[in-house]
């Protein structure tokens, strides 16, 4: 192999060291799109690991035939030969960087039609929170064996923000939540602000799902209803927690 782009959500900087690390002759490439315009610019991995990431995610130069314009507002403005008119009414907002390469921090726009959360971002007062931007780096500050987030469907449409403290082994949980609590609420918080926590739950085994072992997040949903005391949205694939 002597290519691998990495697409679909952001990837943080530690898991992009360890893919360069493990593939030191390979290179690496990020491509940044939207569903209005699948493809609008790469970043290559020495550009993307320079970039200090609490800043938000550094996009990279657009590609041949696509113009960038960010406005006063922020919002990143895209044309192109590949633009599907008319699919969307939200635009991704983030300042540019010093160089003037656009920053995507954050989605915005209108919520998205209430529904189970589908682990690549959380909706909150119709702004986009993808969980991957911030789990690695949550877990690593607070020696957690997984920090995970979780959007929580209510029945007016919006989500509730909850982060799980997984704890690790034979670590009582609440010491797990206690940590994270401290990191998310410190000077030094890996979280940006839109993206802040509704509530912080510890919990002594993270649920996995499929044969991939990925974290399952419509069960930690359920948990998060069930402790909160808050009903989910109605939705035949998400039974409520009673």
């Not at 877990?139 to 959007?151: D, F, N, P, Q, S």
């Amino acid at each position: 192999m002597r290519h691998l782009w990495l697409g679909s959500a952001p990837l943080r900087n530690q898991g992009l060291q360890e893919l360069a690390a493990r593939l030191p002759s390979v290179e690496l490439v990020a491509a940044y799109g939207m569903t209005e315009h699948l493809l609008v610019s790469t970043i290559d991995a020495a550009d993307r690991l320079a970039h200090d990431e609490r800043d938000g995610d550094l996009v990279g130069h657009p590609v041949d035939g696509v113009r960038i314009r960010v406005s006063e507002g922020g919002e990143i403005h895209v044309s192109g030969p590949a633009l599907r008119p008319r699919v969307s009414r939200r635009a991704d907002a983030g300042p540019r960087a010093a160089d003037g390469r656009p920053r995507s921090a954050r989605r915005e726009g209108p919520a998205r039609t209430p529904g189970p959360p589908q682990g690549d971002a959380d909706v909150r007062d119709g702004e986009n929170i993808y969980p991957g931007l911030y789990e690695p780096a949550l877990a690593e500050a607070a020696g957690l064996a997984a920090a995970i987030m979780v959007g929580l469907p209510g029945v007016d449409g919006d989500e509730t923000v909850v982060l799980f403290a997984v704890s690790q082994s034979g670590e009582d949980p609440e010491s797990a939540r206690s940590r994270l609590a401290a990191v998310v609420s410190g000077p030094r918080s890996p979280l940006d602000r839109h993206a802040r926590p509704d509530a912080i739950l510890g919990i002594a085994e993270l649920p996995r799902a499929g044969r991939s072992g990925k974290p399952d997040r419509r069960a930690l949903t359920r948990v998060a209803a069930a402790r909160l005391g808050q009903p989910l949205a109605e939705d035949p694939t998400l039974p409520v927690a009673g």
